[in-house]
């Protein structure tokens, strides 16, 4: 069973940056695709950012240009550098990773709310 603990999440004023961080309790190498959701109250989970491949990566358009999703699987790490952020980015943000063939995992999220 893999686990997936999301740090980094906070409070930060409009405009600022945050940096999140996902580790896996044994190596993300497990995972073929991996990415960073998001969630507000009442509203279905959202994908922020995927890493899809080596050299593949997707973004919502609500923040590309802004956000940057990076992996690193010597270090275990998937990361989520968050900059320029605005009120609407608050939400709980949520790592996961795909199996190849088999089930996602997830995080339990961490919050980031964005004062205005």
């Known amino acids: 069973q893999v686990q997936l603990v999301e740090s980094g999440g906070g409070l930060v004023q409009a405009g600022g940056s945050l940096r999140l961080s996902c580790t896996a309790s044994g190596s993300i190498s497990v995972f073929r695709e991996m990415g960073w959701y998001r969630q507000t109250p009442g509203k279905e989970r959202e994908s922020v950012a995927e890493?899809?491949?080596?050299?593949?990566?997707n973004y919502a358009d609500s923040v590309k240009g802004r956000f940057t999703i990076s992996r690193d699987n010597t270090k275990g790490t998937l990361d989520l550098q968050m900059t320029s952020l605005k009120s609407e980015d608050t939400a709980v943000y949520f790592c996961?990773?795909?199996?190849?063939?088999?089930?996602?995992?997830w995080g339990q999220g961490t919050q980031v709310t964005v004062s205005s």
């Open positions: 996961s990773g795909q199996i190849p063939f088999g089930r996602r995992y």
């Open positions: 890493i899809t491949g080596p050299t593949r990566l």
